[in-house]
């Protein structure tokens, strides 16, 4: 008789739940037999890197994620020996190895996005004089996948890689206003235990951003998250799944007035993400169009030569 494995599926909300950065396991893990603690201790680990950390010993990585330093210390260990960290024996520290990048550009290039996205983003931050970047969730934050550049000079560059706040950028928020509502509600939730007291103000501005994508299609933060850096941005939902992307377009908020975002970049954004979103529900992905770049520009001088929302 022909044996058949029944595979465990994770939650239908896994993509979507925002783990507490001093969690060892997510909400009600401890009862699920299938979860295997020691594999997602493991992952804890790799998320400890931020963008800044080029190296991080067994005594920092306990004290960021709670693990206890024995276990730390064995998993590092078990870790560089597959690749995904690499030891440096002159200062005793850790960093990401070559099978952690290998796994991100994995997911970038498995589902097409950079290929489809790249030309297109790269083209409307040409004609706009402004930073586009795509972005995924991690946390309470948003990461960059991609980031194009305008050709001026005096751009503050955000690379790949680069964390804004989930809850007070235009691209964060826009995350949020991508998702169905009961994966809204689960990450408004952790987002709530994150801010603490600070979360009503914090929800207030993330209700008017609901309130505008449902109006119009796109988010707008005007010198919010940092009183430098205004964008406006929309969200970008993959075939075949309930995964959830973002874009982002901004600059220098000296620059990037409430108004040019909402009657310039923010329908230029929107109608980015309707493309990209076009063309990567199509069989193959196809190259999406550059029709996006093809709208009047604003001026130079109203678009921001600096890091972007």
Known sequence: MKRTTTIPMPPPDAAHTLVPADAQAGPGCADDRNFVTALARGMELLRAFGPQDDYLGNAELSRRTGIPRPTVSRLTYTLATLGYLTYIEAIEKYRLGQGAMVLGHRYVGGAGIREIAQPLMQSLAFATDCTVALAIPDRHAMVYLESCQPRGALVIR????????????????????????????????????????????????????????????????????????????????????????????????????????????????????????????????????????????????????????
């Not at 799944?241 to 310039?264: D, F, K, M, Y």
């Open 158 to 309: 955000l690379a790949p890689g680069a964390r804004l706040p989930m809850a007070t950028s235009a691209i964060g928020r826009a995350w949020l206003a991508g998702l169905d509502a009961d994966h809204r509600e689960a990450a408004l939730a952790e987002l709530a235990r994150h801010y603490g007291a600070r979360w009503p103000g914090v929800r207030a501005g993330i209700e008017r951003a609901l309130r505008d994508h449902a109006r119009r299609g796109f988010c707008v933060a005007h010198a919010e998250w940092d009183r430098t850096v205004s964008g406006a941005a929309a969200p970008l939902r993959l075939a075949g799944s309930s995964e959830v992307l973002a874009l982002n377009i901004g600059g220098a908020a000296t620059r990037l007035s409430p108004e040019i975002l909402e009657s310039n970049l923010g329908p230029r954004i929107r109608e980015l993400a309707e493309t990209l979103q076009a063309r990567l529900w199509q069989p193959g992905g196809a190259r999406a169009s550059a029709r996006v770049a093809s709208a009047p520009a604003p001026d130079a001088d109203t678009c921001a030569r600096a890091s972007h929302d």
